[in-house]
């Protein structure tokens, strides 16, 4: 069983990756549209600023699923470093318990917060609702809590090996 959800995990976090990477390519070929709209062609794109906006906001939340996966995200490197290795089984169900309550507020705040602005629409787009800008919130939450769990099953501390 450990090691099916594992496999999901992989395949889950790493598809929250791709989507982060696309949304920042996204961004990144936005804003050179712009500046070229905007400097070289004379006429703005007032619409490129608000995707760019809601990309790097769908590539953070995206971003947080692969940073808790690897151990990167809620870390207490010294307390783990000085701690038997009992007591560090202990604190892994620490973090992860908090890690976990934080992304389960995320969700219901991040849905509740999608669904009231599903009526208001966004400056410069008037034809898009703003639920689709901050349903990143639940989305990234619900990858986040599959790559909690999964470092909580396999815990990868790489930034305490490389760490000096």
Do not use: H
């Not at 703005?44 to 940073?67: C, D, H, K, Q, Y």
């Amino acid at each position: 069983m450990k090691e099916v959800f594992l496999k999901f995990e992989r395949y889950s976090t790493g598809l929250a990756m791709v989507l982060a990477c696309a949304m920042l390519a996204v961004a990144s070929s936005l804003g050179l549209f712009q500046i070229i709209m905007r400097f070289v062609i004379e006429a703005p794109a007032e619409w490129t600023e608000v995707l760019i906006r809601f990309s790097l906001i769908w590539m953070v939340f995206m971003g947080i699923p692969a940073a808790f996966r690897n151990g990167a995200m809620v870390s207490v490197d010294v307390l783990y470093r000085w701690s038997p290795p009992k007591l560090k089984r202990v604190l892994d169900f620490v973090v992860c318990g908090a890690a976990l309550v934080l992304m389960l507020l995320v969700i219901w705040w991040g849905w509740d917060y999608a669904n009231r602005g599903r009526v208001q629409t966004v400056i410069g787009l008037e034809d898009v609702s703003m639920f689709w800008a901050y349903l990143a919130l639940p989305v990234g939450g619900v990858f986040s809590i599959i790559g909690i769990i999964g470092n909580l099953l396999d815990p990868q501390r790489l930034e305490l090996e490389t760490a000096q």
